[in-house]
């Protein structure tokens, strides 16, 4: 595996295996890889020739009080697993690479409607830190296929929405939730949690299942959300939305509307933010 830190070079390794008809595999991450990670990797890998990661702790989705300088840093461990994982190029640029006016004199992407609610109404501004970075890394990239985990499954339509109104000539392909065997699903953040707050944090997985077998059972909606905002309150989580949306733009479902949807939490455990989501079908 080869480490670019240049645009340039970065061009020249991607610019030759397109000469030789290659299909070149993207996936974008912050670094401090997990298995979740490393299943992109793969699956990214059954859509190419060739596999591009990118490492780089994007400062322009953080908000003023939020993680950016404590999130977690491993570039030498994410190599080594990188390789093993059969990753070709680690694209891993400065923020001077990405942000050559700085990251307060950047242009922002902004994608409205999908990109404005929850995670966007709670994290004002990540989502159009998220686009920009990621617009900047498939300009750079230029890959044929780009994987994103459905663990972040707001960010994956944010991105959608970027490549179909950007007419960008890619394919989005989606990774599938991985799991740790009691259920919370895998984070860079996790590695945050005490180990009092890692027991708990399964429950953020357990009340989504839950939400889904009430709303098989006939429940309503607004009870469902509002019985799992009080679960995970009474197990120590503060949420900041437990709610069931449609899968294909996060609107709020028809009181009939029965296919197509998704459950979706974000609660603080401690100072520790957790995402998650489960698909209804
Ligand atoms: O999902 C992430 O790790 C980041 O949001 C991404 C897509 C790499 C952009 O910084």
Redo the contacts with the bound molecule.
């Keep these: 595996m080869r480490t670019v830190g240049d645009i340039r070079g970065l061009r020249a390794v991607v610019q030759a295996w397109k000469k030789e008809g290659l299909r070149v595999g993207f996936v974008?991450?912050?670094g401090n890889l997990h298995a979740g990670h490393f299943s992109l990797i793969e699956l990214a890998r059954r859509y190419a020739d060739r596999v591009v990661a990118?490492v780089?702790v994007?400062p322009t989705?953080f908000g003023p009080n939020e993680d950016y300088t404590r999130y977690p840093r491993s570039l030498a461990e994410d190599s080594v697993g990188l390789v093993e994982h059969g990753c070709d190029v680690l694209f891993a640029p400065t923020v001077e690479v990405m942000y050559p006016f700085g990251p307060e004199h950047a242009l922002r992407i902004h994608v409205p409607d999908v990109g404005d609610t929850l995670e966007g109404a709670h994290r004002p501004g990540h989502f159009d830190g998220?686009a920009t970075?990621?617009a900047k890394l498939f300009a750079m990239v230029e890959p044929d296929v780009a994987v994103?985990?459905q663990k972040?499954c707001q960010?994956l339509l944010v991105v959608r929405r970027l490549v179909r109104e950007l007419a960008l000539s890619l394919e989005i392909v989606t990774g599938p939730i991985v799991r740790e065997p009691d259920g919370l699903a895998m984070s860079s953040r996790n590695r945050y949690l005490d180990a009092h707050q890692r027991t708990r944090a399964p429950e953020l997985h357990a009340t989504l299942q839950w939400m889904h077998d009430s709303f098989v059972e006939g429940h309503a909606l607004h009870a469902v959300e509002g019985a799992a905002l009080r679960r995970l309150q009474r197990a120590g989580f503060e949420p900041d939305y437990m709610v069931v949306r449609r899968a294909a733009d996060l609107g709020i479902p028809a009181p009939d509307e029965r296919t197509g949807l998704l459950a979706l939490g974000a609660a603080r455990l401690g100072h520790t933010r957790l995402i998650d989501n489960l698909a209804f079908d």
């Design positions: 974008p991450t912050m990118s780089f994007n989705q998220v970075v990621v994103f985990g972040d960010q």
